[in-house]
């Protein structure tokens, strides 16, 4: 059974950083891509950041330059260091991940349970 476990979500203030943490649980062949989406209440969730299995990025235009995004293949573990954080910010987030469970297989997508994280003074 393959379950994402989320962490380092919390409070800031303003100008702060955080970085959340993503970690696969059970076995699994590759990752094809893992990434950060978030929903903040009243809005649709939105992509964060998302990186390949080779480690190509990409960013949504309001975190970038603010925000990095970085995988462990060693560990199957995705990051994302949130630098200079504003109450924009301020978001449930959630991981993703597009993995290959076997050698041959389609690959398959998986959701973490999300983390708070509150931009406030």
């Known amino acids: 059974q393959v379950q994402l476990v989320e962490s380092g979500g919390g409070l800031v203030q303003p100008g702060g950083s955080l970085r959340l943490s993503c970690a696969i649980s059970?076995?699994?062949?590759?990752?094809?891509?893992m990434g950060w989406y978030r929903q903040a209440p009243g809005k649709e969730r939105e992509l964060v950041a998302r990186?390949?299995?080779?480690?190509?990025?990409v960013y949504a235009d309001s975190v970038q330059g603010r925000f990095t995004i970085s995988i462990d293949n060693a560990r199957n573990t995705v990051y994302l260091q949130m630098n200079s954080l504003k109450p924009e910010d301020t978001a449930v987030y959630y991981c993703?991940?597009?993995?290959?469970?076997?050698?041959?297989?389609?690959?398959?997508?998986?959701w973490g349970q999300g983390t708070q994280v509150t931009v406030s003074s």
């Open positions: 990186i390949s299995g080779s480690s190509s990025t």
């Open positions: 059970g076995s699994i062949f590759r990752i094809n891509a």
């Open positions: 993703n991940a597009d993995l290959y469970l076997y050698f041959g297989s389609r690959s398959r997508d998986y």
